[in-house]
C-alpha cells in the first residue's frame, strides 16, 4: 500500500480545497447542492486526517496496554477498524 501524502495538510483560503505543507492539492472537496459551511467543514476534516490517524494509532496502543483490554472493549475494536479503513486493509 502507498503512504499519504506527508502532513500538515491545509484548507486553503477557508475554502474546499486542501493542500499539504508543499502547496500541492490533496483534496477538492465538491458536491453541488452543499452550503459553502459544510464545503468547509469536510476540508477541515480532511486536512486533519493525517493527524487523527497518528492520534487514533497513539490511543490503540495505550488502550492495549492496559489490563484486560481486548477486542470485547468496543472502543478499542473501533479504533482498529478505523485504522484499518484509513490504511487500506478490510
Known amino acids: 500500500m502507498s503512504k499519504h501524502t ?3 495538510w491545509t484548507v486553503v483560503a477557508d475554502g474546499p480545497w486542501v493542500c499539504d505543507k ?3 492539492t ?8 452543499m452550503s459553502s ?4 467543514a469536510n476540508a477541515r476534516l480532511i486536512a486533519a486526517a ?3 490517524l497518528a492520534a ?3 490511543a490503540l496502543a495505550v488502550a492495549s ?3 484486560g483490554a481486548d477486542d470485547d472493549w468496543v472502543a ?3 479504533l482498529r477498524v478505523a485504522i484499518a479503513k484509513a490504511e487500506g486493509e478490510n
Not at 490533496?26 to 447542492?33: H, K, Q, R, W
Not at 459551511?37 to 468547509?40: A, S, V, W, Y
Open 6 to 8: 506527508p502532513e500538515p
Open 22 to 24: 508543499g502547496g500541492f
Open 26 to 33: 490533496v483534496a477538492i472537496v465538491a458536491t453541488s447542492g
Open 37 to 40: 459551511e459544510t464545503l468547509k
Open 50 to 52: 493525517p493527524e487523527l
Open 56 to 58: 487514533a494509532k497513539g
Open 65 to 67: 496496554s492496559l489490563d
Open 76 to 78: 478499542v475494536t473501533a
